[in-house]
């Protein structure tokens, strides 16, 4: 078990005048952070220009996790974990391309829709007595827990339930418009 396991323990980093070393530089610290803190904040993506076209797609870290954000086919944004959910291994090696109407594993040749959505698996008769329509693995890539383009500008959280994209940003949403009203197109 590690020291900071409690609430005290971490609340003892900070005190009114110093704050504990721990606090910048403990692995522990950096993944509690990373799973109670970074996952429910939204954090910036991309740019979907960066993705112009159906099937494009640009890859890049949310926090610790590899991402891939791309242009579906009804010209949405989606935003997927880089990850194929039979072995693991990335399905975007690229940092950017365009993949055309799904990606394909590089591991076992597994396809998804560019949702993520499972679209085929070689060789998969022996899969017929099996419990495997009801595996996480049959729902295909998993996309992040939320996704919002704000005038191009594409936002992530990871945590499906969490703080809304409006009351995350408050006010602040007021400086991306200012930048976006002054470009002549209404957008960067």
Known sequence: MGKYQTREAVNALVQPHQVHKDTY???EIFDLEMKHLFSNAWVFVGHDSQAPNKGDYFTTQAGTR???MVRHRDDDIKVLYNRCPHKGT???IDRSGNTGKFFRC???AWSFKTDGCLLAIPLNQGDADTRFKDSEAARGMQAVGAVRNYRGFVFARLAKEGISFEDYFGGSLSSLDNMAD???EGRL
């Open 182 to 184: 002054r470009s002549p």
């Open 90 to 92: 990335k399905i975007a």
């Open 25 to 27: 530089i403990d692995p």
């Open 66 to 68: 590899p991402v891939i």
């Open 106 to 108: 590089p591991y076992h």
